[in-house]
């Protein structure tokens, strides 16, 4: 079953991010069965980097502190195949603070290094990262990334303001 953490907020939900509620839940259901909720931790609410895509309704966290099997890293690949990637871990270079544009192959447009490590899987024109793996703040953050997604179709993306 889908929640949401009694502080998430769905302002600004746009289509790509009612999405990623949709197939994100899916999978943890189909993954985890019926024994752990997916519950949404982060939507347009609390305090991102700016130029987040949280603020725009694109992007949202779950919760990863319940899961145990299947492991976390195979739910999240999971997660990247659902939305059309190859689920493959790639790699963020360990010194990436900030990295934009995103280089070619890269899994986020703005990936912002959590205190633990961060893994990406491939996933189209979704980002799929587990942040902070193992830490007190782990989640899964998964965003739709408007640049890949317009330069895909040949066009530039410009973000709501």
Known sequence: MLKL????????LQPQGHLILQVVSAVFLEELGRSIDCEVTSGSDGSHMPGSYHAQGLAFDFSLR????PPKTRLAAAVARAFGGSGAEVLIPAAAVVVDPTPPGHPAGSV????????????GDFDVLIEDLGGPNEHLHVEWDGKRAAARAGKVWEPKA
Do not use: C, H, K, M
């Open 5 to 12: 953490r009694p502080n998430v907020s769905l302002f600004n």
């Open 66 to 69: 319940p899961v145990i099997e």
């Open 112 to 123: 912002t290094r959590q205190p633990g490590p961060t893994r990406a899987y491939a996933a």
